[in-house]
T-cell receptor, first 113, second 115 residues
Framework: KAGVTQTPRYLIKTRGQQVTLSCSPI?????VSWYQQTPGQGLQFLFE???????NKGNFPGRFSGRQFSNSRSEMNVSTLELGDSALYLC????????????FGQGTRLTVV | GENVEQHPSTLSVQEGDSAVIKCTYS??????FPWYKQELGKRPQLIID?????GEKKDQRIAVTLNKTAKHFSLHITETQPEDSAVYFC??????????????FGAGTRLFVKA
């Protein structure tokens, strides 16, 4: 069974630009969560989608948004990029319950210059 | 807001010794506590989890304990091996008001096992 796939693996963007990251979950998984990982901060929860609906959101500004498609693939968008947005962005898919195992993708490393 | 504190941030042990990582959470609605291991350059992977109706769970050399009253849970690794060297994350998950869930992670513990 294929794992969680994130594209692209690496991105370099300029301040003020916007970026879109993609996540393809494991087949049959309907929940996709997004996290921002920075050194010393661990994984910070961005949002969770299930059946094309955002069910929960973390404490990030409105510049961070996402969506989920009918095939459960999800995208995350960051507008008006800031230097502090440089991080590894991870998505995780699961069957959808709060106590089901989450499987992570390899992440997209975003560098804002 | 919800918070998970994890200690220590760095832990160095001799091969064969035990390692203990402790976490404290703030959201009393948290009911699921997974632990993830992230090796250098790799994705986090679940190593063990515990639900709120259980006080302790063991899987070979790894065990987790949970004290819901104190909002405290710990990871215990016995007979450590060099391949246990990685960053370990604790997490606390709770249902959201919309039926979804939110998982809050600790900042991570970098474990070094010296051969």
């Amino acid at each position: 069974k294929a794992g969680v796939t994130q594209t692209p693996r690496y991105l370099i963007k300029t301040r003020g630009q916007q970026v879109t990251l993609s996540c393809s979950p494991i087949s049959g998984h309907r929940s996709v969560s997004w996290y921002q990982q920075t050194p010393g901060q661990g994984l910070q929860f961005l949002f969770e989608y299930f059946s094309e609906t955002q069910r929960n959101k973390g404490n990030f500004p409105g510049r961070f948004s996402g969506r989920q498609f009918s095939n459960s693939r999800s995208e995350m968008n960051v507008s008006t990029l800031e230097l502090g947005d440089s991080a590894l962005y991870l998505c995780a898919s699961s069957l959808g319950g709060f106590d089901t195992e989450a499987f992570f993708g390899q992440g997209t490393r975003l560098t804002v210059v | 807001g919800e918070n998970v504190e994890q200690h220590p941030s760095t832990l160095s042990v001799q091969e064969g010794d035990s390692a203990v990582i402790k976490c404290t959470y703030s959201d009393s609605a948290s009911n699921y506590f997974p632990w993830y291991k992230q090796e250098l350059g790799k994705r986090p992977q679940l190593i063990i989890d515990i639900r709120s109706n259980v006080g302790e769970k063991k899987d070979q050399r790894i065990a987790v304990t949970l004290n819901k009253t104190a909002k405290h849970f710990s990871l215990h690794i016995t007979e450590t091996q060099p391949e246990d060297s990685a960053v370990y994350f604790c997490a606390a998950s709770s249902r959201g008001y919309t039926g979804g869930f939110k998982t809050i992670f600790g900042a991570g513990t970098r474990l070094f096992v010296k051969a």
